[in-house]
């Protein structure tokens, strides 16, 4: 029997179904995570009828006024002397201030107390529990079905169980709360039954199935990884990744239902990628990279919440494998990004609002695609190189991300078109600019691997090395100056970082030396070794090219009584470690340290 207060509670929006069914049986409120959710705009004349203090429904949220000294006021005769202090309940009792008599108020308690006592017991969630709720749940689909075929024409008369399925679709969502079951679930074929229902002739109940499919998978849920594995194996074999397609394809943003379904799938894409073969698929068997692509350059007056987490989308899945980045490359995502980008050349976004993260974004996904090859041909070929040299003279929150792009597209051995184009586009200037300004440490990072990159692919005696050899030369090796101060800096760092992991080596067996290898490689990079390694191949290259810059390095190492063997110290360090990890090994790079050691005996 339902409480007293349920009698005249008012009822109010409908908290999202995860917390709906969290309070079921006693469990637990859900916690809202970390990760982004869909925002929902609410009516402002809605808002200050639940937010004002005074506010009721019929007042539109307007306070009543009241006059706050009518209690002072007497009204009517006075009582009786007798009676002035006494309580004025008849005299069977039967009322008192409530307006309800005793016994029917004893009674109410009595309820109370009841209904409190089986609040407290909470059901069990088990196994047994899941074939109750796979039953009840699959009699619940095929009596709409049935009721729908029934009575196709008369909505009336299915709308009934319609309203009883998306309630059961929605309690779902207390699963995500014992990810321990997702087996048993999955074995019942529930969750082919719940994939079935994005097919739905009602997009709502496709909606509510998206988003509850959102929650079992989301990675806020603490599922192990086999847990996972056996729900979305299970979805997935129901055809999921192409209902989910189908729903996003005739969803209309326009309708904010619609919008927040859109919002939801991209969501399911995004926990979805967290396996690499199942990204893979997402790109390679689906048709979602071609429609990520077109919703992704939609022209909006201002960018709206979907438009920004396809980006972010796509950046996930690109970051996933090469086979997403060719694919994309493909589909002629470079350009397409870059010319998205060019309206960001000389304006910055506005800070802290979905079009910042969008940007980012974009520049996220162009980054990780240029490490492939054919990457890095689309980019020369689309001017990814001009686009950055603008924005590296002009650009603002652009002008860091345009040195990562231009950072990756100059790299390994592919990169050679690029760092001819570079020299051809005038872009020497505005990079020795950059390199003698004072950077962050990224910023740093990236221009020096940037001349690292060109002093490996141009070839020797071609007009474009000699005019970037000229610019270290020119001014009395001005540029060399900066980059040994740049190597005594993170020289300085990093020495640090060594003189504490000795003394903590000195105290640890060799078997925990071992262990914390790692620990102390990454302490290292956190200091600057990749810095200090690259400037180093940087000066290793100019003393191995030219007499008089090798005797300015020298003079100024001596400055600090040093000498040329600090320099291939670092290189011979950065050669071993690359023979300690064979995967990760470039050979033709390592052919090019072993050379540049000897020009620094």
């Avoid at 060109?454 to 071609?462: C, E």
């Avoid at 100019?542 to 100024?556: F, S």
Wanted: hydrophobic share 40%; with cysteine.
């Amino acid at each position: 029997m339902a409480s007293i207060d349920d009698l005249f509670k008012v009822k109010t929006v409908s908290s999202p179904s995860r917390a709906l069914s969290g309070l079921i049986n006693g469990q637990k409120p859900y916690a809202p995570s970390n990760k982004r959710k869909f925002e929902i705009s609410q009516d402002p004349i809605y808002k200050a009828t639940k937010t004002t203090v005074n506010g009721d429904v019929k007042s539109n949220g307007i306070a009543a006024v009241e006059d706050a000294d009518d209690d002072d006021i007497e009204a009517g005769p006075a009582l009786p002397p007798d009676q002035e202090e006494e309580n004025i309940d008849d005299e069977e009792g039967r009322f008192f201030g409530g307006g309800i008599t005793n016994d029917t108020a004893d009674v109410l308690n009595f309820i109370n107390e009841r209904d409190k006592g089986e609040d407290a017991k909470a059901e069990k969630i088990d196994a047994a529990w899941v074939r109750r709720l796979a039953l009840n749940f699959e009699k619940k689909i095929s009596k709409n079905s049935e009721l729908r075929a029934k009575f196709e024409d008369d909505p009336q008369k299915f709308m009934g169980s319609e309203a009883d399925l998306d309630a059961d679709i929605k309690a779902l969502s207390i699963l995500s709360d014992h990810p321990d079951l997702y087996g048993e679930f999955a074995k019942l074929g529930c969750g082919a039954s719940l994939v079935s229902l994005l097919s739905h002739e009602n997009t709502d109940i496709a909606i509510d199935t998206i988003e509850i499919i959102n929650e079992l998978t989301d990675e806020d849920v603490e599922a192990e990884h086999d847990q996972w594995d056996l729900l979305v194996d299970a979805m997935l074999e129901a055809d999921l990744l192409s209902l989910l397609y189908d729903n996003i394809a005739r969803f209309d943003e326009e309708n904010e239902s619609d919008r927040a379904g859109v919002y939801h799938v991209l969501s399911v894409l995004e926990n979805l990628s967290s396996r690499t073969t199942i990204a893979m698929t997402i790109c390679t068997d689906t048709s979602f990279i071609p429609w990520l692509l077109q919703r992704v350059r939609k022209k909006e007056p201002i960018i709206t919440q979907n438009k920004q987490y396809t980006a972010e989308v796509l950046a996930i899945i690109l970051q996933s494998s090469p086979a997403s980045r060719l694919r994309f490359i493909d589909l002629n995502g470079i350009d397409i990004f870059l010319q998205l980008l060019s309206s960001y050349r000389k304006r910055d976004p506005a800070k802290g609002t979905e079009e910042e993260e969008y940007v980012e974004n974009l520049f996220d996904s162009l980054t990780c695609c240029l490490d492939e090859a054919d990457g890095k041909a689309k980019f020369v070929e689309a001017e990814g190189v001009e686009l950055c040299l603008i924005m590296l003279r002009e650009g603002k929150m652009s002008k860091p991300r345009a040195l990562r792009l231009l950072d990756h597209a100059l790299g390994g051995p592919e990169g050679a078109a690029c760092c001819s184009k570079l020299v051809e586009a005038a872009g020497l200037k505005p990079l020795f600019g950059a390199f003698m300004k004072m950077q962050d440490k990224q910023s740093t990072e990236h221009i020096l691997g940037i001349l690292s990159s060109m002093l490996r692919s141009l070839p020797a005696n071609s007009a474009e090395r000699i005019r970037l050899l000229a610019k270290f030369v020119e001014k009395d090796y001005k540029k060399i100056g900066r980059a040994v101060k740049i190597r005594r800096d993170y020289a300085f760092k990093v020495a640090a970082v060594d003189q504490e992991m000795s003394t903590e080596r000195s105290a640890l067996s060799a078997e925990e030396r071992e262990e914390k290898a790692d620990e102390w490689l990454s302490r290292r990079l956190d200091a600057g070794l990749y810095t200090l390694q690259t400037v180093d191949v940087v000066l290793a290259w100019l003393v191995a090219e030219d007499e008089g810059a090798k005797e300015r390095v020298k003079a100024l190492l001596g400055e600090r009584d040093e000498g040329l063997e600090v320099v291939r110290g670092t290189l011979e360090d950065q050669l071993n470690s690359m023979d300690t990890n064979a995967e990760d090994r470039d050979v033709v790079f390592q052919d090019i340290l072993t050379t540049l050691m000897e020009h620094l005996r």
